[in-house]
């Protein structure tokens, strides 16, 4: 069982977690491989089916560092679930007090929903420092979340509903965001119909997005290299700019990709080239 610090640690550096609703447990394995092999290996699977807990094991089973969680986690009977089955952590989408108590005192990691401040002073009373906001788009979306965290500066929040590539920037670039959910990068009809090349590629995407890497000079001929098409880069070129510098390293260490630290940048190598890449 990771420590909830951990599981800050990792979703912050993915910036975006997945959230996958799965019929069928037998493409568990193969959406996990497509997630990873796009860039976010993690995945919210949401207890809304009775393939859940089974779709848990099997992603824990073939990939044991993946940062797997349970979500529309219910009861304390669902969470014990999951857990058994390899969850590292529970999201539920509202405060129960039974679920949350329960997490607690069995050492559960759990980031409850919350969509209004007596939700958020509920979680402070029972010494929570982490929330999901949720419906995020529904319930006023970025605008909210900056609205009711200014009382309450040691919460952070986990955004999830309506998150999609465009809006998904607008959410990270406040500092109180630890990391979005979302599903739009999981189409129902590519998974329904096993085309995982497609959720590959539009996890690539969804991960370009969450760093924004842009170009500063003229890109340079090469070929682009798999860190390449994660991060977005869309040529060889000197010098990038992204979103969260912060963010970028932590996921890049989370993947296995080395870096140097320069003043306020990094340099890492990609297609062959040492790029750097600094704050925008």
Known sequence: MLSLDTVRQ?????????VIRIEDAADARPLAAALIDGGLPAAEVTFRTAAAARAIAS????FPDMLICAGTVLTPQQADEAVRSGASFIVSPGLNPRVVSHCLEYGIPIIPGCATPSDIECAISMGLDTVKFFPAEANGGIAAIKAMAAPYGQVSFMPTGGINAGNLGNYLAFKKILCCGGSFMVPDAALSSGDFALITAMTR????AVHQLRLESLPLCG???RLSSMLGMTGRCPVYTTASLDRLKGYLTLTGVKYTDADNAITVSAGGQTVLIRQA
């Open 10 to 18: 990792t979703a912050y550096a993915l910036g975006l977690i997945p």
């Open 59 to 62: 992603m824990r089973e073939a």
């Open 205 to 208: 995407q969804a991960v370009a």
């Open 223 to 225: 070929d682009e290299d």
